[in-house]
């Protein structure tokens, strides 16, 4: 017994070490790269400047999608990525929730852009194959191809991504090898932007430029980088003492210090979501107090809710996002036996309601909401659903 915990203590003791260490490398790193980015002359890039470096998935998936409606630049990507040689096809971006499509006549074409390393979904690959590209718009499995575009690796996307809600019938399996390619934007992408060729449209190789440019700024692979990335990896082998061992040594020591910095980005995740349910929590529990000295009134609330019960039994409330994906706040409607096959009205009514608040957006895609929608106005939201119940007759 006393082995057994000092065997758990050692190896406790080791991923702290690790997480240590990997703290202090990424400080000392980051230094590294703010020193030399520094030293560097005037530079500029319009990407850069207008995002200033909050440059999102969605903003990615727009400038791929439009370079890829100029006949030459898709015919390149899809011989390049998918080895095929097809008539030009439409393209869309940020529809049916998949951020790159091509459409043709006997194929469709899924791309999903995570050069910003965004969380997985779960289900998410499989629900865009079978829900989006067979279901909804009637292609076989034959005719689908897939393209996970990574930041600077060729990991595919695991089987909580791939697979269906019981874990089970791997999309990647079902497509086959030749139907699917897991690429970097780091090597891959970039390669290929540099390696297209477009005569007499100069505004066309101008935004190519640049979009090549932001890239090999995002990842570091520019000329004026080289000084910078040595520097990095000779203070990386130094610091793990293996600066003048054999390179089976140097590797292996990296895996293992690879490994300890996956426990610590694993750690922050985890603190980072536990923080931001908190936040989250302390938000709502603000907005209900505000509320009720706004309105006069005293809700009801539960462990993580507020809200009131209206006269057609529907549930109006506020969240504090404990349930869902990114465990922001949200407003709903709720009725646990509704059905809105079986129940329009009550949908419709609901709808109504929130069109009269004056809100446009929301959804009404979960089985246990009627309507809802994230928010971090919840105060605004509240009282004005509240008002235009009031005004509906619909409060008790």
């Known amino acids: 017994m006393i082995k057994t915990l000092q065997l758990s203590k050692d190896i406790f003791q080791y991923k702290l070490d690790g997480m240590k260490m990997g703290i ?135 089987e909580y991504s791939l697979c269906d809600e019981n874990n089970e019938n791997n999309v990647f399996e079902e497509l086959g090898n030749d139907h699917y390619n897991v690429l970097s934007y780091k090597y891959d992408v970039t390669d290929w932007l540099r390696g297209i060729s477009v005569s007499n449209e100069p505004h066309i190789v101008s935004a190519l430029d640049q979009y090549i440019d932001f890239l090999e700024n995002k990842f570091h692979t520019t000329s004026l980088d080289i000084d910078m990335n040595n520097e990095i990896k000779d203070f990386l082998l130094k610091e793990l003492q293996v600066d003048n061992s054999p390179l089976e040594e140097q590797l292996s020591a990296l895996d293992s210090q690879y490994n300890k910095t ?16 908190e936040l989250s929590h302390k938000m709502m529990r603000e907005w209900q107090r505000q509320i009720e000295e706004l309105l006069c009134i005293k809700l009801s609330q539960d462990d993580h809710s507020f809200g009131v019960q209206l006269n057609n039994k529907v549930w109006l409330g506020v969240w504090d996002g404990y349930d869902s994906p990114n465990h922001l706040p949200y407003w709903g409607f709720q009725y646990t036996t509704y059905k809105k096959d079986e129940n ?53």
């Open 24 to 158: 202090k490398c990424g400080c000392q790193v980051s230094d590294i790269v703010a020193r030399h980015l520094s030293r560097r002359p005037f530079h500029l890039n319009v990407i850069e400047a207008a995002c200033q470096g909050r440059f999102k998935e969605t903003g990615h998936s727009l400038v791929l999608a439009d370079m890829l409606r100029h006949p030459v630049i898709q015919s390149s990507f899809m011989e390049q990525f998918l080895g095929l040689n097809l008539n030009y096809m439409e393209v869309t971006a940020e529809t049916d929730r998949v951020d790159v499509a091509l459409k043709g006549k006997d194929i469709f074409v899924i791309v999903e852009n995570k050069v910003n390393a965004a969380v997985e979904q779960n289900c998410q690959v499989y629900r865009y194959v079978h829900e989006i590209a067979i279901e909804k718009y009637g292609y076989s499995l034959s005719q689908i191809y897939v393209l996970y575009l990574n930041p600077t690796n060729h990991n595919p996307p695991s």
């Open 344 to 396: 329009p009205e009550l949908y419709k009514c609901v709808e109504t309601l929130i069109t009269g608040a004056g809100i446009n957006k929301f959804q009404a895609d979960n089985k246990e909401f009627i309507a809802w929608y994230t928010t971090q106005k919840g105060v605004e939201r509240f009282t004005s659903l509240y008002h235009a119940a009031k005004e509906k007759g619909l409060l008790p």
């Open 262 to 277: 996956q426990e610590l980005l694993s750690a922050i995740d985890s603190l980072k979501i536990e923080l931001r349910k």
